[in-house]
């Protein structure tokens, strides 16, 4: 199964509509308010035009139109404020909110790039198995989860040595590695379940990237980005040898939202944080416990 993003041409016809209001309705507006202001002004001194206008207060509507042309700008970045994300910070335990949004829409799209994926997994597997009692409006959801490649070296995660540092532990890499396999199985078990019932179509992947979990990216429908910087100095300790390890909590992670229907400079935001996620899936590894069960 594949999470293949939307194509170009889908998305870039939406964002040539919303480039083409964005540059010409200002342009309309103005020459509608002042075409009213004109017309306004010049029936009240022009007879024959206030006669074929049968209008008696030509004065007070054009200095109305008058005043709206001047206050155009300022009434639109004051709906531009208006408009502008009001959850600028969350937390991670918050995702629950953002998932069931997102489920609202008929084609879903979420995509994530962090640790585990933990806290994520666990709001993913609820709305999945939810929808085998009671489908939703979603008609097709895709569902994309890229986490490190825990089979090659790593300083987070890590073992915590003398003076604090850190020092690779293989055992840990794999505890971390088999429990993305578990998630990894869990959400795609459900996929095939639901697919299966003709209701919906549902695809879940997940892929490996090399490096340490930083960021934590949370993508909704290419429509809203949450994004984090995971505390890699965190520690845990676990039994029976009471070991420490660097072990990043992403439950505790504050994200920032960025939405489409903020700011201009958010929408371009979403946009690149989108563009750098494909980006990063189409370089991205399967992992092998996929390349084994397809062969």
């Not at 206008?53 to 155009?72: H, P, Q, R």
């Not at 993913?124 to 008609?139: A, Q, T, W």
């Not at 549902?202 to 490996?208: K, M």
């Not at 909704?220 to 390890?245: C, I, K, T, W």
Request: aromatic share 10%; hydrophobic share 40%.
């Amino acid at each position: 199964m594949s999470g293949v993003p939307n194509s170009p041409g889908e998305a870039g016809v939406g964002e040539r509509l919303k480039r083409y209001q964005a540059r010409f309705e200002p342009v309309v507006t103005r020459v509608l308010l002042l075409g009213i202001f004109v017309t306004g002004l010049t029936a009240q001194f022009v007879k024959p035009v206030g006669d074929a206008l049968e209008g008696k207060a030509f004065v007070g509507g054009a200095l109305l139109s008058l005043v709206g042309y001047v206050l155009y700008d300022a009434v639109k970045d004051l709906t531009a404020l208006v408009r502008a994300p009001t959850r600028a910070v969350v937390n991670s335990r918050q995702l629950g909110g953002f998932v069931s949004e997102a489920f609202g829409a008929r084609k879903v799209e979420i995509s994530f790039l962090g640790y585990t994926g933990e806290t994520l997994y666990n709001e993913l597997y609820h709305r999945l198995e939810g929808l085998l009692d009671v489908p939703g409006p979603s008609k097709r959801i895709s569902i994309r989860m890229l986490v490190p490649d825990f089979g090659q070296r790593m300083t987070v995660p890590s073992r915590v040595g003398a003076n604090g540092m850190p020092v690779d532990d293989p055992d840990f890499r794999k505890r971390m590695e088999r429990r993305c396999q578990e998630y990894d199985g869990i959400l795609s078990g459900l996929a095939e379940r639901l697919t299966a019932d003709g209701r919906v179509t549902v695809e879940c992947e997940y892929r490996l990237y090399v490096g340490i979990p930083r960021d934590k990216i949370c993508i909704f429908n290419r429509e809203q980005v949450l994004h984090g910087l995971y505390n890699l100095a965190a520690r845990m300790r676990l039994p029976p040898l009471d070991s420490e390890f660097y072990d990043p909590k992403g439950y505790s992670t504050d994200l920032n939202v960025w939405t489409r229907e903020g700011t201009s400079a958010a929408e371009a935001a979403v946009s690149t944080w989108a563009k750098h996620f494909d980006d990063l899936w189409s370089l991205a590894t399967v992992p092998h416990w996929r390349r084994t069960a397809g062969t």
